[in-house]
């Protein structure tokens, strides 16, 4: 990519912001595409990255671009822009949802869509790429030629594994992942657990510890070790409790659930009810979680505990 003509890296939140610096790192040559008024111009002229104008008669001279702001921006952009762009120019996507709700690669079908989508948050992205470590990527070209730039990208990003997907499968796939487990399970039942070892007593920082700090240890010896490993090196009352755990929890119903919620995205039912407001939404959630004890918790034994 960057012995070809620059890029446009379209957005600077935080991943646009991890791929930008590594992308710097690596030498590749390539500028931060944003709206005149947008709050992030500052932030990335400030960072010592070159940007230009998005929506205007800029984008002419660009016939790569990596479609970093949010996806639900996707299709009023190009219905905005796609005058101003060059024909069979390529557009990668880091995940599949604006092409498989909106059908971007059917309605601009005169441009090239690809996918190079991370399977880590912009934090790891740029940590792995500073230290050297691993991160996989889910990908879909629809020529060779585009295949080969998102390799030399990936490279460049710092994407060390690539496996061939497609926008559907990416997109079912990542919302489930969110909705089933890393977004839901994990952050709410800690703080059920938390709330109820409170309510019975149990110290506020004790309470912390086992049922929001160990996560991180916990899941990372899932994901490093492997199953087989991790249930060989806990310790008998953990096996033991995990069984009990997993016969009062993870019961019928759950299971209903879980497929409720497969069939709500496979059907396409979740894209209806996407169409509200995120960013009400997000205000209603973090006003949740700022009333929640264990947010202060987290912000007194920060310090103290975590890194």
């Known amino acids: 990519m960057s012995k070809q003509s620059p890029i446009a890296l379209i957005g600077f939140g935080s991943q646009a912001k991890a791929w930008a610096l590594n992308l710097r790192d690596s030498k590749a040559s390539f500028k931060i595409a944003l709206k005149p008024n947008s709050a992030s111009r500052a932030k ?22 990596l479609m970093l702001i949010p996806d639900d921006k996707h299709l009023s952009f190009f219905d905005r822009n796609h005058k101003f762009l060059k024909k069979n120019s390529h557009f990668i996507y880091a995940h599949g949802f604006s092409l498989s709700k909106d059908r971007l690669h059917e309605k601009y079908s005169q441009f090239s869509h690809s996918l190079l989508a991370p399977k880590a948050i912009a934090s790891d992205v740029r940590f792995q790429y500073e230290t050297k470590g691993k991160i996989g990527a889910a990908f879909y070209a629809q020529t060779i030629e585009n295949e080969i730039v998102l390799k030399n990208l990936a490279v460049e990003v710092g994407f060390t594994a690539l496996y061939k997907s497609h926008f559907d499968e990416e997109c079912i796939a990542d919302l489930f992942s969110e909705q089933s487990l890393l977004c839901s399970v994990i952050p709410y039942v800690s703080l059920k657990s938390y709330n109820l070892l409170r309510k019975n007593g ?43 755990g997993r016969e009062l929890l993870l019961s019928e119903s759950f299971d209903k659930a879980l497929e409720q919620i497969f069939l709500d995205i496979k059907n396409k039912q979740f894209f209806k009810e996407v169409e509200i407001d995120a960013d009400l939404l997000r205000q209603k959630v973090l006003k949740e979680w700022d009333q929640e004890e264990l947010s202060q918790t987290f912000i007194k034994l920060k310090p103290e505990l975590i890194v």
């Open 44 to 65: 990335a002229i400030e960072m010592g990255f070159e940007c230009i104008e998005l929506e205007n008669q800029n984008l002419e001279n660009f016939s790569t671009f």
């Open 202 to 244: 149990v110290s506020a920082e004790v309470a912390f510890m086992e049922c929001y700090l160990e996560l991180k240890s916990i899941s990372h010896a899932f994901v490093t070790l492997g199953p087989q490993a991790f249930f060989n090196l806990i310790s008998p009352n953990a096996l033991i409790g995990s069984q009990k």
